[in-house]
């Protein structure tokens, strides 16, 4: 049954097949790996698939990226649950669960407008992983949802 | 002290809080003693907003140490106004002082600040972040007058944006107190600092008057409820009425109770009180000095 489902979204040759995804997640996802497909990379999204593990689960493929571990800290703490498989000429050559890190830096803007690292200071915002969420390690804020829409540009 | 900096509360544990708070006791009880003890020694002030009273606190204690202070002075005047970062202001006056007092409009502001230099650095308050230095002075007032152990404290009034109410009820967690958090429902603990607290395995009771609680209070903290909070006057009129502490409201009170505010008070607290021995809100803010003074003293280290 879930061959038949992974199939539902194509093969691709290189790049990174990010499964496990909890449902409804995979435009997060992509937002946070700053994929739009305005550079025109092939990019294929199965939404709300039925999975053994999770009830209903999202799948991204991207032909042609490999996930830094930098995209993969930050794509744990929307999608704890993922696995990462790289793809290498239409082989799985390497495959992960992500894991969540202590501290995310440099990644996230502080939602508080207050906050020293929204002055123009050189300073790398820190966040601190939560369990449910993370923490701006200067001024304290936490975010718990939406967590996305604080990916610096 | 284990640590170079103050930049927050989280950061004393109970030994910390106790170390400073035996050293000021020391310190106010044979001043003379310390006198020359940091003679030379020079402690910049770097106030990005005003604030007289902690400036004029921490240049007394300095100064009461032997030693003196260097002054940044206004903003209207000094390079900042120019344009110049934080993180190069500090960097400029760490070649000048021995160590250095910081306060600035922006939530950790300290903590970056303390990521560029190599001498000591107070956290005299980053906007609405953390003022630590405030707990300990707070912390030794209670220790005179109260203790600190077995300790219920009442918190009351805009707990929602003091910070030295934030700062007061995470060290108070190292001491197992039990802490009443009193306000009207659109200033109470901010959810953060509620989790904080949880965290720390702290009891957390909130409540919307005080009558309930008062009886069994060792500690009444009042803080000021501001009207820029409020929308209107009207409705900050009818919320800050009803958190006024007067002869009539302490009638309900233990004889010991404790009362206590970080001052500037307007009208939380009735002039009645200041002549009651509930009272000891002047002799907290003259606390700040050998608190200070131990502080410095602690983080300035042997003089050579
Ligand atoms: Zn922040």
Do not use: W
Request: hydrophobic content about 40%.
């Amino acid at each position: 049954m879930s061959d038949d489902h992974e199939l539902r979204v194509s093969k691709i040759r290189d790049g990174t097949v990010i499964d496990h995804i909890r449902g409804g997640q995979s435009l997060n996802v992509l937002a946070i790996l700053g994929i739009d497909g305005s550079r025109g990379e092939e990019v294929s999204v199965g939404m709300n698939v039925p999975s053994d593990r999770l009830a209903r689960k999202d799948i991204v493929k991207v032909e042609g990226h490999e996930l830094s571990q930098d995209e993969v800290d930050v794509l744990s703490l929307i999608a704890p649950d993922a696995s990462i498989n790289i793809v290498r000429d239409y082989e799985v050559v390497e495959k992960s669960r992500v894991e969540r890190p202590d501290v995310v830096e440099a990644v996230l803007e502080c939602p508080n407008p207050g906050c020293i690292t929204n002055a123009d200071e050189p300073v790398t915002t820190t966040f601190e992983v939560l369990e449910d969420g993370v923490r701006c390690a200067y001024c304290g804020t936490i975010v718990r949802e939406h967590i996305a829409s604080h990916i610096q540009e | 002290m284990r640590h170079d900096h103050l930049i927050t509360s989280k950061q004393l544990a109970r030994e910390d809080v106790e170390l400073v708070l035996d050293r000021a006791a020391e310190i106010d009880a044979d001043p003379a003693a310390v006198a020359e003890r940091h003679a030379g020694k020079l402690l910049g002030l770097l106030f990005f907003e005003p604030s007289t009273r902690t400036k004029m606190s921490f240049e007394t204690a300095m100064k009461r140490l032997g030693g003196d202070v260097v002054d940044m002075g206004s903003i209207e005047s000094s390079s900042v106004k120019k344009g110049e970062s934080l993180a190069d202001t500090v960097r400029v006056i760490e070649g000048y002082a021995d160590a250095l007092v910081l306060r600035h409009p922006r939530e950790g502001a300290a903590k970056m600040a303390s990521e560029y230099v190599d001498v000591p650095l107070l956290n005299a308050g980053d906007g609405a972040g953390q003022h630590p230095t405030q707990t300990l002075l707070d912390l030794y007032t209670i220790r005179q007058n109260a203790g600190l152990e077995d300790l219920t404290i009442g918190v009351m009034g805009d707990l929602k944006y003091g910070r030295t109410v934030h700062s007061l009820a995470y060290t108070l967690t190292n001491f197992d107190a039990q802490q009443h958090f009193i306000s009207p429902e659109s200033l109470q603990l901010p959810r953060e600092v509620i989790y904080d607290l949880h965290q720390e395995g702290a009891t957390v009771r909130e409540h919307d008057g005080l009558e309930a609680v008062l009886p069994n209070l060792d500690v009444l903290y009042v803080t000021r409820i501001q009207r820029e909070r409020f929308p209107d006057e009207s409705e900050y009129r009818q919320v800050a009425g009803e958190y006024q502490i007067d002869l009539e409201t302490l009638e309900d009170a233990a004889d010991d109770l404790t009362v206590m505010h970080p001052l500037p008070r307007v009208d939380e607290i009735s002039p009645a009180v200041d002549g009651t021995d509930h009272a000891a809100y002047f002799e907290q803010a003259h606390n700040g000095v050998p608190v200070r003074m131990a502080l410095l003293d602690l983080l300035l280290g042997d003089s050579p």
